[in-house]
């Protein structure tokens, strides 16, 4: 799975906050779609993009489908964000040892 299949998935408003309304726990289809301005069968459409790209998986339970964050690949996501954090931390580490020698 490459980072840009994820970046390309959560870039979509909608699609973003659907992920962001799986923080609270796994959810199905019907409660992911309250509240947001699209129907259930778009917000199924934008689960597949957001599971294609692996950053939910789903889960059925009778009928209904369950919704959960996949925290591998959003594992891999953060992977890649702490590859600049460190890389920022120790650019800054180096400038404040030229300034004290």
Do not use: C, N
Not at 73 to 99: N, P, Q, V
């Amino acid at each position: 799975m490459t980072y840009e299949r994820k970046f390309e998935a959560l870039a979509v408003p909608t699609r973003r906050a659907v992920f962001e309304k799986l923080r609270a726990g796994p959810l199905s289809v019907g409660v992911l779609a309250e509240g947001l301005p699209v129907s259930r069968p778009a917000v199924s459409q934008h689960l597949k993009v957001l599971k294609d790209a692996g950053l939910v998986t789903e889960q059925r339970e009778g009928v209904r489908r369950i919704y959960r964050l996949d925290t591998e690949g959003i594992g891999e996501l953060r992977s890649y964000f702490d590859r600049f954090w460190d890389e920022a931390l120790d650019t800054y580490k180096r400038s404040l040892e030229m300034k004290d020698g």
